[in-house]
């Protein structure tokens, strides 16, 4: 089955506590982004990878990493985590061109 | 710069309805125009798309017609089903790097 997969679903940590969450799609796809959503403000774009070694900053960069070592995996790294940082998460793929995005299932993280 | 502006929600509605979720855009040029769904719990679903002019992207019993000229792509259902309920973001891509939502609709639809 064509999908993205993260890791964890679910993930309540402590302030300045280093964490990574995973992405994965196995549809050869070459761009990948990461996107938080919050109330009121819907979808924001953190960072975004047109292939491997290509990675570039969406609208809201800052306090997160990423990396794409392989075509299939985009790891979001938060290294110092802070309670603004509490929000739900998604990966996202896509082919080339304008044919839509295949979304993972999120991320909810807490930071307290 | 390039925006997306949903009308706010939520919207309330009896089964067999007819729905519309207004959606207008800003940007230059001729961008890719997108509808997504969120199901309670779950990750993002495209649900139809248009990338030109007078496209009208259709899936489920849901449409949407790009109208270039009221820089538009408002969602439309005939009758709506208890099953629809969820949260439909619209969504435009100038580019492959981004895709700009606005900050979605919750539509809830009663029995």
């Known amino acids: 089955e064509a999908q993205v997969t993260q890791n964890p679903r679910y993930l309540i940590t402590v302030t300045g506590k280093k964490l990574t969450v995973t992405c994965s799609q196995n549809?050869?796809?070459?761009?990948m982004s990461w996107y938080r959503q919050d109330p009121g403000l819907g979808l924001r774009q953190i960072y975004y990878s047109m292939n491997v070694e290509v990675t570039d900053k969406g609208d809201v960069p800052e306090g997160y990493k990423v990396s794409r070592k392989e075509k299939r995996n985009f790891p979001l790294i938060l290294e110092s985590p802070s309670p603004n940082q509490t929000s739900l998460y998604f990966c996202a793929s896509s082919t080339q061109g304008y044919g839509g995005y295949t979304f993972g299932s999120g991320t909810r993280l807490t930071v307290v | 710069g390039n925006s997306v502006t949903q009308m706010e929600g939520p919207v309330t509605l009896s089964e067999e309805a007819f729905l519309t979720i207004n959606c207008t855009y800003t940007?230059?040029?001729?961008?890719?125009l997108f509808w997504y769904v969120q199901y309670p719990g779950e990750g993002l679903q495209l649900l139809l798309k248009a990338t030109k002019a007078d496209d009208k992207g259709s899936n489920k019993g849901f449409e949407a017609t790009y109208r270039k000229e009221t820089t538009s792509f408002h969602l439309e259902k005939g009758s709506v089903q208890v099953s629809d309920s969820a949260v439909y973001f619209c969504?435009?891509?100038?580019?492959?790097?981004?895709?700009?939502f606005g900050t979605g609709t919750r539509l809830q639809v009663f029995p």
């Open positions: 940007a230059t040029g001729y961008p890719s």
């Open positions: 969504a435009l891509s100038k580019n492959t790097d981004k895709l700009i």
């Open positions: 549809m050869n796809h070459e761009y």
